[in-house]
């Protein structure tokens, strides 16, 4: 079955600043991948997302890249600033259920942003 | 637009009780949801996917009868942990994707589920 790692773990970065977070895939047939930012004590809230036919995709200060070949997909924000402090998940779609695609998520991302 | 709701937000139970958490989709339709389990400081776990009017699909290691899923409208679907012990206790979260729309999920905001 599909298995996402994601790296890393903890990232610190000065107000301002980029912030990558990086994540692998191990089933070739994902053809979804979306990024989600979870506050403490709430749900994941979906950021961006990507499909297997597109290379990149930008939403004012966020990113995504996707690397097919490679397996591996990774989350840009530039300009960082202290509300983008939270946890960021990574997640490849695997397989469908009830019609509509399963996600297998990465292990999260600890973004805390000083200012 | 694409707002799901859960409920309760936090609930504290007894060992052995059962307890019933709702998912609603509030402004759409959702003939699907999933049911998520995140303990504390790790990923999030899909538990099973609810499907309106039939049998719930349940991940493998996930007990279909602790965990019992009903979907009986197209904007809720519940799901009732029975004899909870203190191992259950964890954030429960579900997903509902649009009608129609394969790919994006949009998250309820969690229930958090503690068994004394």
């Known amino acids: 079955g599909e298995n996402v790692e994601q790296h890393p773990s903890t990232l610190s970065v000065q107000e301002g600043d980029s912030a990558v977070i990086k994540c692998t895939y191990s089933?070739?047939?994902?053809?979804?991948f979306p990024w989600y930012k979870q506050e403490l004590g709430k749900g994941p809230q979906l950021i961006i997302d990507?499909?297997?036919?597109?290379g990149e995709k930008k939403d004012q200060r966020i990113a995504v890249t996707l690397n097919k070949t490679a397996k591996h997909f990774s989350l840009h924000i530039t300009e960082t600033q202290p509300e983008d402090s939270a946890v960021y998940f990574c997640?490849?779609?695997?397989?469908?259920?009830?019609?509509?695609?399963?996600?297998?998520f990465g292990a999260g991302t600890r973004l805390a942003v000083h200012p | 637009g694409a707002v799901v709701s859960q409920h309760p937000s936090r609930v504290i139970c007894k060992s052995g009780t059962s307890v019933k958490i709702e998912c609603r989709s509030l402004?759409?339709?959702?003939?699907?949801m999933f049911w998520y389990r995140q303990f504390p400081k790790q990923s999030l776990m899909l538990m099973a996917t609810s499907n309106e009017g039939s049998k719930a699909t349940y991940e493998q290691g996930v007990e279909k009868d602790k965990f019992l899923i009903n979907h009986a409208s197209l904007t809720l679907s519940t799901l009732t942990v029975t004899s909870a012990h203190p191992e259950d206790s964890s954030f429960y979260i579900c997903?509902?994707?649009?009608?129609?729309?394969?790919?994006?999920?949009?998250f309820g905001p969690g229930t958090r589920l503690t068994v004394t």
């Open positions: 997640a490849a779609s695997t397989g469908f259920s009830g019609g509509y695609n399963k996600l297998i």
């Open positions: 089933d070739s047939a994902s053809n979804y």
């Open positions: 402004d759409f339709q959702a003939t699907t």
């Open positions: 990507i499909r297997s036919n597109v």
């Open positions: 997903s509902a994707p649009q009608e129609g729309r394969a790919y994006e999920q949009y």
